[in-house]
């Protein structure tokens, strides 16, 4: 995504005084096993959803004045209603982000602008970028550049919002959305039988990839400890998604957009620091 690509850090958050970190993520799994699942660290980066809310707005460019028919903006309304429900299952299951956002949210007059959202995908039979991506399409979303991530075994796709040329929504910018899908024919023979056994058992609910994520459930059936285990062996991405399924993965904020002194990513750091979070430099996919 050009413009994320050109923002230097991308920010993990953990509690230096005390657990944070998202166990909620894996909560379906966990509450089938009596087992402890290390928590994968959730992320806040550094770029704009604003989305209409109490406190949080979606954003890419700027409103400009326009006239929108009454069935453009209930289409519009539906949509905001749908990304706002993606949302808040990803802030219920995250309570470190959850956390870091109201605290910068309090810092900078109770408004964040969100730069993307992303998802993430298994590569097969269906369930892969296109599941999710119809639903976003389908409300004038269009596909723009492919990446590729050979060391993850991943390739992502990033699809510009409606407004994203103009900026003339009638309810503000929408977000970008990111998704990538895991290359699962290129993973080890037992990881492939894995995925393959659940991504069957789910029926058509590649069709639901959207519902789906706006209701923070799977598509198949709860996974087993072991299944995690083998996956999260060989690669996070894959243990990450067969738990999650299609529900938001992160979100970005842009801090050029934020209005008080935490208005620059050395600021921002050192402000998030200073509230006991440590950073860590890795990017997310």
């Not at 072991?226 to 067969?242: G, K, V």
Request: glycine share 6%.
């Amino acid at each position: 995504m050009e413009a994320a690509a050109r923002v230097p850090a991308f920010l993990s958050l953990r509690s230096a005084k005390k657990t944070l970190t998202s166990l909620a993520s894996l909560s379906p799994l966990l509450q089938s096993s009596s087992k402890c699942i290390p928590p994968s660290a959730k992320w806040i980066h550094s770029r704009p959803i604003c989305l209409r809310g109490p406190t949080r707005i979606m954003a890419v460019g700027s409103l400009k004045d326009t006239i929108v028919d009454e069935s453009t903006k209930s289409a519009e309304s539906f949509f905001r209603t749908a990304v706002l429900s993606m949302e808040k299952v990803y802030l219920s299951r995250n309570p470190t982000a959850k956390a870091v956002l109201d605290l910068v949210l309090t810092a900078d007059g109770n408004q964040i602008c969100y730069d993307h959202i992303a998802f993430r995908t298994f590569g097969i039979d269906g369930y892969g970028i296109d599941s999710i991506a119809k639903f976003f399409l389908d409300f004038g979303y269009t596909r723009r550049e492919e990446l590729r991530f050979p060391a993850k075994k991943l390739k992502a796709l990033w699809f510009a919002p409606p407004s994203y040329e103009t900026g003339s929504y009638f309810g503000g910018p929408l977000p970008r959305i990111f998704i990538s899908e895991l290359l699962v024919d290129e993973m080890s023979t037992q990881s492939q039988e894995v995925i393959k056994k659940y991504v069957k058992n789910s029926g058509n609910g590649n069709k639901y990839a959207s519902l789906a994520s706006t209701l923070g459930c799977l598509t198949w059936e709860t996974p087993s400890y072991s299944d995690y285990q083998q996956l999260a062996r060989e690669s996070e991405y894959a243990a990450w998604t067969l738990v999650n399924g299609f529900s938001v993965n992160h979100v970005t904020i842009s801090v050029h957009r934020l209005k008080s002194h935490i208005g620059n990513i050395k600021s921002l750091n050192q402000f998030i620091e200073d509230q006991g979070y440590k950073l860590n430099s890795e990017g997310e996919y």
